[in-house]
Every structure is written in structure tokens, then in C-alpha cells.
């Protein structure tokens, strides 16, 4: 499985931006996707994961100002950031939670850099 991440890049804080995440090759079934991300020094955290019956969890730095959605058909997450503050500058990494025949496994993107200027 393959993941393919696009979206990121340079905004003024208050500014937006979508992250898009295509998961692909294989013969799988998406269980969750989502978002992670690492500022430079710091661990990596969770930010949103959507499950397929459309379940949704946020970390709290980012409640009202993010929007996570998922499209089943086409085994893609979306990452809707508004109001992006200069503390989200981070490396993003989407995950997808997938079971092939009867094992789960867990597969990760490539990082796509966001950078929110004061």
C-alpha cells in the first residue's frame, strides 16, 4: 500500500490550506486514515483520523479549526486547515489503518511540510 500526500506549503497565520492523501496498490480495506504531524524538536502527534463509518477524533490544539474527511470510493483522506496559527508549522504525515485479508497493518506518506508565518 502506497500513500501519497500533497497539499502543504507556506501561509500567513489566520491563512488555509487542504492536505489531500490517496492510499493505493494492493488488495485492501481502509479501516481509519489520518494525519500526524512533527515540529521541529518536538514528538510526533496526532491530529484528526476519520474512520470509514465517518468517525472523527481531534487533538484539542486543532477542535474548530480543522476539518477531516474521508472519500471511501477513492481511499482518500482530506485535511481541511483554517485559521492556521504559526505553533501548526510542522511536518504532516497521513497514515492509513488498513486490513489485508485477515492482519492490519499501518502505512505512513510521505511528510509534506506546512509552514504558517506570523
Known amino acids: 500500500v502506497q500513500l501519497q500526500a500533497s497539499g502543504g506549503g507556506l501561509v500567513q497565520a489566520g491563512g488555509s490550506l487542504r492536505l489531500s492523501c490517496a492510499a493505493s496498490?494492493?488488495?485492501?480495506?481502509?479501516?481509519?486514515m489520518g494525519w500526524y504531524r512533527q515540529a521541529p524538536g518536538k514528538q510526533r502527534e496526532l491530529v484528526a483520523v476519520v474512520t470509514t463509518d465517518g468517525s472523527t477524533n481531534y487533538a484539542d490544539s486543532v477542535k474548530g479549526r480543522f476539518t477531516i474527511s474521508g472519500d471511501n470510493a477513492k481511499n482518500t483522506v482530506y485535511l481541511q486547515m483554517n485559521n492556521l496559527k504559526p505553533e501548526d508549522t510542522a511536518v504532516y504525515y497521513c497514515y492509513a489503518h488498513v486490513r489485508v485479508a485477515v492482519s492490519a497493518y499501518i502505512y505512513w506518506g510521505q511528510g509534506t511540510l506546512v509552514t504558517v508565518s506570523s
Open positions: 496498490g494492493g488488495n485492501f480495506v481502509i479501516i481509519a
